[in-house]
């Protein structure tokens, strides 16, 4: 059986890993096999104060799905769900495989895998819990922009699933899937991607599909008002959602064949960023704070009137603030031979109501960008905090 983490394969596929690739390392790799990387041994710690998968880095393949309690299944039903998930979703980001596994991770290491879970509006009716409903939850009001499946969209509970590994990923899902046997079905589910770790020469912002560098002016957990922004306070009401976040997710088609008519110049001036390295227009570097006052030598605004940055940023919009961490999709190519692809747009917000809502009524009245994308799906849902071992999430709720 060949040794697929000897030195020797690594060198013939052309790769520079860490130590084995230094001097000597030939002699050692004969004995001792190494990893080709450290993207599967990598692993993100399940339990802390905020669930994984939130402000961990991106990873490169993602399933988002929801799920709808079975008719019958009330709060000890789901609460028995929630700990079996727990549980599972726990060993799984350890790299261990779950009682009757089905052996599709076999061999890999944990490969960044996290799990997040979270519940919708409509939980707290099947479950009797209405009175623990958050205000946050109210659902998203109607934007012009959107063409939205309702089989696409909502659901009781939801899943966020992402790894480094494909197998990892499909694993988790399955694993998730058949725990909910008898208490929850699926009721829609989404698969995405980004770029693969140690696919560029060093670690930079991730593209998406229209090949804008996405992300870039990102709440960054190194901000002092990170925290304020993403997760709900301990103070907060309802209690159960202490340390938690509020998601939305959108499937958000990305209309390529219009968006690739146009020029270099005029995809750049419709976003306020250069393609090449996400610089904004106004001058500088990828990190350079964007000068939404700036002008040209001409005297025309540097970032157009309606280029995406200036309209969702911060100050054009009460200081509104989300955390975007979303995984690209490619679901084949329609009937007029279009591609079906765009972004599983995910934004984490302390409240939506002072994140997503206020940006996305703008950007519903006058991004250039908008001319470019359909909404097509979109859910709401309440995360809560992370638990501790020995407890399950959702537990201040369910118990
Ligand atoms: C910034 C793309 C949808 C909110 C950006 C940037 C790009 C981009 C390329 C500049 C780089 C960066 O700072 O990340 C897209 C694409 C979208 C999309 C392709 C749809 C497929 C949305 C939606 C919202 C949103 C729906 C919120 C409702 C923001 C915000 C920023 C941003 C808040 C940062 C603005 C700043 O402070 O500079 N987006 N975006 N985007 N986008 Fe989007």
Known sequence: V??????GV???????????????GHALAAEQPRALSTVGSASVPFHGRHQAGISSPLQAHGHLVAFD?????????AAALMRRWTSAAAT??????????NQIALDAGPSSLTVTFGFGASFFDRTGLRSQRPEALAPLPPFSADALDRQRSDGDLFVQ????????????LRVLQKLAAGTAAVRWQMSGFNRTPGATAEPRTARNLMGQVDGTNNPRPSDADFDARVFVPASARPAWMANGSYVVVRRIRMLLDSWDQLSLAEQEKVIGRRKSDGAPLSGGTETTPVDLGGRRADGSLAIAGDAHVRVAAPESNGGAAMLRRPFSFHDGFDERGAPDAGLLFMAWQADPRRGFVPVQRKLDRGDGLSRFLRHEASALFAVPGGCAPGEYVGQRLLQ
Request: charged share 20%; aromatic share 2%; proline share 6%.
């Open 161 to 172: 699933v992402g790894a480094d590994d494909a197998l990892v990923a499909f694993h988790a």
């Open 10 to 24: 690594a060198g013939a596929a052309g790769l520079t890993v860490g130590a084995a690739a230094g001097a000597g």
């Open 2 to 7: 060949p040794r697929r983490t000897l030195l």
């Open 69 to 77: 309690l079975v008719p019958g299944a009330g709060r000890d039903r």
């Open 92 to 101: 799984m980001a350890e790299g261990r495989q779950p009682a009757e596994d």
